[in-house]
Each structure stands twice: as C-alpha cells, then as structure tokens.
C-alpha cells in the first residue's frame, strides 16, 4: 500500500520526524477521511505504543485496552491502571526502557482521543502531566494524536487554558481527497475512469477515500452508485446518522444545520440558518458551524455585501446532499435506480448545483488557471439585495491587483454556449453588482465549464474560461 497524494501533510510529518526536539502533532478531520492509515503507512507502524480509543465507552473500558496495549507493546503482564495519571505513569516507565538509537523517535500514537475522555475521566489533566513532565523534557519523543471530533480538538487541545495551552506542535487539519488525488487513487486501484467520471463519483462521494474505496473495478459510476447507496443491502445505507452520531455530541442539532443549508442550495447567512432551525443565537450555534466548517462539511466565506461578520454557508458535503436528496426514504430495491435517473432533467439539475460545489472547494486550481496563485484575494459571493431582486453570485473573486473575477459555473456535455438572452442576463447581474458595490476594479467574467467555451456571436462576453481539466 502507498500513501496516494497528501503531500502536503507528509511534509509537515517528515519535517517533525527529523526536526531533533520534542514534537506533539494533532491531526484532525472527519470520519473516513484517511486520518488513521496516513499516520500508520508513514511511519509503518513503527510505534513504541499505540491506542485506539473505544466509542462510547467509559473510563474503566478504555484503561482496560490501555491495558492490553501495554502488555502488547511491553509485555510486562501489567494489571489495568486505577486511573489516567497511573496509566500515563507507567507509559513513561515503558518509554524510559526503551532503548532508541541517535536520530530515531519514540514515537506514540493516541488515536480517537476524544473518545479516551469520557465523561469524568480526568484524562486531559493525566495527559498534560504526561507530556509536560515527560514528554516535552525528551528530543527524541514524537506524541501524535488523532481523532475525528473536530470541536473536541478546537475546544480541549488548540484552545486549552490549563497545562495544554500552546503544546501542540503541529496541527494537521485532514481534509477529503481533492479530483487529483481522488484520480490518481482510482488509477492506483486500476479502476480507468476518465475525468468527467471521476467529477461525477466525486460529485456523489466526495474524495473521501474509504467511500471510493468501495468502488468495483470494471463497473460505471452509475452501477456502483446503485450498488453501494441503493437496495436493502447498501453498504452506505445507514452511513448519514452513523456519520453525524459519531462526530457530534447532540448530533440531532448539527443535522438540521446541514438539512436546512440542503434546502437552500445557493447557502444561507446566519440569521437564515437560525429562523430555519431555531437554533439560538446563544444555543452554542457558532461552535457548531464552526465544527462543521472544520470538519469540511459545510464552507463558509464572505458576502460581498461588505456587512461585518456578515457570512453566507453552504453545504459542502457531497455525500450528505446526496443522502438528503436521493437516499432518504428511498425504498427503491431495482439495482438501475441511478443509472435511469442520469438520463432525466432532474439529473441535470442535480449535477448543475453540485458542479458549482465542485468549482468552490477547488478554487485555487482555478486562480492557478487564471494566473493569480500569489496575487491576495478574497473569496466570496454576492445577493443582490435590491427589492423583489433574486441576482446572485455564487463565487467572486476580489484581487488585489485592480480586478473582480465574476466566475459563472457551468455543467455541460460540450463546450458552453452563450446566446442573447444568457449574455443579457450576464450584462445585467454585472451591472447591478457594480450599482451596488461601487468599486472602481476592473470586473471581468470568468467562465468554469466542462468543456470550455463554443465561440459564437456572444462569446466575447466572457473574459476568461476554465474547463474541468483546469480543476485538476
């Protein structure tokens, strides 16, 4: 097995590994997302200790499977630990007798902390003894922690006030697969899709890489579509409330977010996503957006408007739109059920909406096309709030080189073609963005399409087009 993509990440682990001193590296995302395997294939399981916590469980369970990883990584027939601070007392006896050769790491590997602190376990405060008594006092000590409850890690280790504050070392914030990656682990498995196939799994999946790793080699899209998602026996059948259950901690809350951002595709502000929900103001509603942000699923950027902390959200999870829109109370059992669906309108509709996704979480690729990889920039989108007014723009990129990109997102068979009534349409949306933004940037259309553009009599209105090999 080899680690496909994630370069990135596997220079900060490279860099911490070599760096001769003490190193605490947390790595966070959400569930499936590959967390596990990155930090077991590159170090190859090259571990002094490693834990998994348990779901669930309380105190006593996890201490007993700290337990058991004590007897397998020290096989000194110990008895399970009374408390944390006993247990991290004897994995610094074991780590003491350890013998570690110049430039090698004692390297021990927690993962799913947040589920080793159970509810009055006293964990965190035997950890912060642990690595500020031990930990931090040794260069050749690497502590790396995982886990896929993204508010616990921003709530009890980033922004730790007590013996914790500061210590982490690095931080990985793992998220999905982008379209490279998401190719070039099809390539790995032999499975030959081709790019607008691996657009359309993504479009349904999202790259998180143990929903592709589901896929059969020698079958479409569309048949593992239905074979993994449709009938009594699909295996992501039950993966929605699984999913958020394992995450989130009144998981019921976090899912009418993600529902009420579902209904409105274009996104919502925060007072939408409150008169939607009924979440308070003050019912802990921007730590859960938060969570969800961090975790990837929803994606949160300005509104062009210019109102201070004034944010439009959009869900940004594939396979939860997915769900929401095709799965639930879908009692369908005929194994064709996607594949008939592809040749309707409402797929069209369908794959238009979640092109536009596609193009958002992908936005550097498209300021790499445009040339504008080092110029600043703001991401956002724009409604016009004239009266009885819907104009909307789903992706401005403002410059700060004198130009405001206006990206119209397209999903087609061929190259796009603009007739009199799209470029008015165009003409007219620029005009009352300028009307109500008065800058005085130069604004130019930009065009995300498939297939690029057909040239035509009303091309000209586009500045520039990116194509779907650009998102690459």
Request: include cysteine.
């Amino acid at each position: 097995m080899r680690i496909i993509g994630r370069e990135r990440e596997k220079e900060i682990l490279e860099d911490a590994m070599y760096s001769g001193r003490p190193e605490f590296v947390a790595v966070y995302g959400r569930r499936r997302v590959g967390k596990t395997y990155l930090i077991r294939e590159f170090f190859r399981d090259d571990f002094v200790f490693q834990l998994t916590g348990v779901s669930g469980r309380g105190t006593k369970t996890q201490l007993d499977y700290f337990c058991r990883a004590m007897n397998k990584y020290g096989k000194i027939g110990q008895a399970p630990a009374a408390s944390w601070a006993d247990a991290f007392e004897s994995l610094s006896i074991l780590l003491e007798r350890t013998p570690v050769r110049k430039g090698e790491r004692r390297i021990v590997f927690l993962d799913e902390l947040s589920w080793l602190d159970s509810p009055r376990s006293e964990f965190l405060p035997a950890l912060e003894h642990f690595w500020n008594a031990w930990g931090a006092a040794h260069p050749d000590f690497m502590l790396i922690v995982c886990g896929s409850a993204a508010s616990w890690f921003l709530k009890k280790l980033f922004r730790n006030r007590g013996g914790l504050h500061n210590r982490v070392t690095r931080r990985i914030r793992l998220l999905p697969f982008n379209l490279t990656e998401s190719e070039a682990f099809f390539q790995d498995r032999g499975i030959g899709f081709d790019r607008k196939q691996v657009a359309e799994a993504y479009m349904v999946f999202g790259g998180i890489p143990f929903y592709l790793n589901l896929f059969f080699q020698g079958r479409s899209v569309a048949q593992n579509v239905d074979m993994l998602c449709f009938g009594e026996n699909a295996p992501l059948n039950d993966e929605f409330g699984e999913l958020y259950h394992s995450l989130f901690r009144n998981s019921g809350k976090y899912i009418a977010i993600i529902q009420a951002l579902h209904a409105k595709q274009k996104g919502m502000t925060r007072d939408e996503i409150i008169d939607k929900t009924g979440i308070s103001s003050g019912g802990g509603l921007t730590d859960m957006l938060e969570a969800l942000e961090q975790s990837g699923f929803i994606y949160r950027h300005d509104d062009f408007s210019g109102e201070k902390d004034r944010y439009n959200y959009r869900l940004v999870d594939f396979f939860s739109s997915f769900y929401l829109q095709h799965m639930r109370g879908n009692k369908r059992t005929d194994s064709g059920h996607w594949a008939n669906f592809r040749g309707s309108g409402a797929y069209n509709n369908w794959i238009g909406y979640r092109f536009e996704v596609l193009c958002l979480l992908h936005v550097n690729a498209i300021k790499n096309k445009l040339g504008i990889p080092g110029v600043s920039s703001k991401i956002s989108s724009w409604r016009d709030n004239a009266k009885g007014s819907s104009l909307q723009i789903d992706l401005v990129i403002d410059r700060n080189d004198g130009v405001i990109d206006l990206c119209e997102m397209k999903y087609s068979s061929g190259p796009f073609a603009i007739d009199k009534t799209y470029a008015e349409k165009l003409t007219s949306r620029r005009d009352a963005f300028l009307r109500a933004v008065k800058t005085k940037k130069t604004i130019h259309h930009v065009l995300v399409a498939t297939d690029g553009l057909a040239r035509g009599k009303y091309s000209h209105i586009i500045d520039f087009t990116v194509t779907l090999d650009d998102l690459y």
